[in-house]
């Protein structure tokens, strides 16, 4: 999430430039899956980041300028949806998804059916 529009198409885009940094938050799941991969962009891209401690410390350095934040698809079309100050540039570069364990017949269960 950005605010930058010139040039940048994908993630690995950000290797080619000078304008901005970009980071995610330590220790999570961007951050596992750029440093992890097989793909040298994503190795090079991991080893220049500059992470933040938190989404919100992220977004704020997006605010501050110069910098792209790399994280979680869902938290970040939240975020452009509630703020309308950002823009999602590029395509998602890793697919996962979230699952939820709860104990069989639990109080809460019926929340979730719900939702």
């Known amino acids: 999430v950005t605010r930058m529009k010139e040039g940048i198409q994908k993630v690995e885009d950000l290797l080619d430039q000078s304008k ?6 330590s220790s999570t799941n961007p951050e596992t899956l750029l440093r992890g991969s097989s793909k040298d ?25 110069n910098y792209a934040f790399i994280y979680e698809s869902a938290l970040l079309e939240y975020t452009v949806q509630q703020t309308c100050e950002f823009v999602i540039v590029g395509e998602t570069f890793s697919k996962f ?3 939820f364990g709860v104990p069989p017949n639990c109080s809460y269960l019926a929340l979730f059916h719900n939702v």
Do not use: D, I
């Open 97 to 99: 998804g979230f699952a």
């Open 41 to 65: 962009e994503y190795q090079k891209l991991a080893s220049r980041m500059v992470n933040v401690p938190n989404a919100r410390e992220g977004f704020e350095k997006v605010n501050q300028g």
């Open 20 to 25: 901005y940094h970009w980071g995610t938050v």
